[in-house]
């Protein structure tokens, strides 16, 4: 092939073309080389990943089978353990069956037997049978009976007692007056006139304020606050406290002061209220709940501060929760504000537990909570765990040993009485007042009191003490009869 253009020379094009096709030739097939390689580089990769997951299939799926024996075999002991309880309730109903014959059986041969040996009749016989049985019966109920009155017994005394010592809280009369009087301390017996002032206007200024009643006497140097709401009474003791420091004490002074000491009252019960959320662990309460809360620090029960009694109750609560499985936040939060109707004055109507279940259900409490304060004291059927653990938590925060008090005297003789009371059967033997006066155990003398008369004797002292003695919490009286045979080798 030859190719000329004008007149120049003819140049040869073949061994050019050549070359130049066989380079446009290999690079249009890099690209499908490269395409086939990256095809064949995929394939090897799901290939790959194909085998890896029928593998995991297959791993799990020997799992699943390794969990399906292994809960087959659970299934089959449990069933095995069930048939073996079937086969003893079995064997037990066989044998309750074979003594119930017996028993019949030997009903009978006792009818012969006294047919026989009395020369009765059938009917005779069948009366004897039915005296003796009806005598047994009646034993069986008088057991029973008793048992059931002794524990409506003690739970009826255990709640007349909750209910009078809230009442004396909330309304303090003057049984209560050791209760509901503080004393203040004076600097100097002079301080007296100073807070009487000119006809007595201090002391009315004071009184109409504080709302409490100022009591000056011959005792030296000091001066008493009475009131029956011990926040009121503790704002009128700070009031008085700072009026003495100031020296000022007048009519105008004496409302300043009370009205910076009332506000002082309050961030005190509001802190108070905080710091037992913060030891009990429990928090997102309404203001006003914490407040009152606070406001039981200046209350007592017993001798026992109710602010103190409510964190140990809540702490025994939560402890308790712990224990069996339950929640114990929920059980802590109920066990910490069951009493908090004791903070509210007689104005409102109710019993603690119903007030105070009120208010807390006004202020945003769940119905669980709610529900356990209103049950604490039985006045209401704990249907939840938690209104039943805030009772057992309530019974020993209050019926502890040490947690509440009486005066040195008043113990002394009711150890005596208690005593008294159990020696005045016939047939006691030796008696010992324990664990602080909580309980009474009595012996008594075999050959004279059998085990139906040291039931009755129980009974008995139980009836006496509770309607002769007065006393926090309950008293247990345990009769102990007991047979001793001694012989001596020689």
């Not at 087959?72 to 079995?90: K, M």
């Not at 009155?149 to 809230?166: L, N, P, T």
């Not at 019974?395 to 005066?407: D, L, V």
């Not at 009474?440 to 006496?464: H, K, N, S, T, Y």
């Amino acid at each position: 092939m030859r190719i000329s253009v004008g007149a120049g020379p003819v140049v040869p094009l073949l061994p050019v073309a050549v070359p130049v096709v066989v380079v446009v030739l290999v690079v249009a097939t890099v690209p499908v080389w490269l395409l086939v390689r990256r095809l064949q580089a995929a394939q090897r990769r799901s290939t790959a990943e194909a085998e890896h997951a029928r593998r995991w299939a297959e791993e799990q799926a020997a799992r699943l089978r390794a969990e399906l024996d292994r809960r087959e075999e659970r299934l089959a002991e449990e069933l095995r353990r069930l048939r073996a309880q079937e086969d003893g309730f079995a064997e037990r109903s066989a044998a309750l069956e074979r003594a119930r014959g017996e028993a019949e059986a030997l009903v009978t041969r006792r009818a012969q037997a006294l047919e026989r040996a009395a020369g009765l009749s059938a009917a005779q016989a069948r009366a004897e049978l039915v005296r003796e049985a009806g005598e047994l019966a009646r034993r069986e109920a008088a057991v029973t009976v008793r048992e059931i009155e002794r524990e409506a017994k003690e739970e009826g005394e255990r709640r007349a007692r909750d209910i009078v010592a809230g009442a004396i809280q909330r309304l303090a009369s003057v049984q209560t007056a050791e209760s509901a009087v503080s004393v203040f301390r004076l600097p100097s017996e002079d301080m007296k006139g100073r807070i009487i002032g000119r006809e007595g206007r201090n002391i009315r200024a004071f009184e109409a304020a504080t709302g409490v009643n100022l009591i000056i006497d011959d005792t030296p140097a000091s001066v008493q606050l009475s009131c029956f709401d011990p926040v009121r009474r503790e704002t009128a003791r700070l009031t008085l406290e700072q009026l003495v420091e100031d020296g000022r004490i007048q009519p105008t002074r004496i409302e300043q002061v009370h009205e910076r000491s009332r506000e002082e009252i309050e961030q005190r019960c509001v802190r108070a209220g905080e710091d037992a959320l913060l030891a009990v662990r429990v928090g997102g309460m309404h203001p006003e709940l914490v407040r009152t809360l606070g406001a039981l620090r200046y209350r007592v029960s017993y001798g026992q501060n109710v602010l103190g009694h409510l964190v140990e109750s809540a702490h025994l609560a939560g402890m308790m929760a712990a224990e069996l499985g339950v929640d114990p936040e929920p059980v802590r939060r109920s066990a910490l504000l069951h009493d908090i109707g004791k903070a509210l004055t007689h104005e409102v109507e109710g019993t603690h537990a119903a007030v105070g279940a009120d208010f807390a259900r006004r202020h945003g409490e769940s119905a669980e909570v709610v529900h356990a304060i209103a049950a604490h004291h039985g006045e209401v059927e704990p249907r939840t765990v938690e209104a039943v653990l805030v009772q057992a938590a309530d019974a020993c925060s209050g019926g502890r040993p040490g947690a509440r008090k009486e005066s040195l005297e008043l113990y002394v003789r009711r150890l005596e009485r208690l005593e008294e009371i159990a020696r005045a059967h016939e047939g006691v033997a030796e008696v010992y007042a324990m664990q602080a006066g909580r309980e009474v155990r009595v012996m008594v003398r075999p050959e004279v009191v059998d085990d139906l008369g040291a039931g009755l004797i129980a009974r008995e002292v139980a009836r006496r003490v509770s309607e002769e003695l007065t006393y926090p919490g309950q008293i247990r009286v345990t009769v102990v009869r007991e047979s001793r045979v001694t012989e001596v080798a020689r």
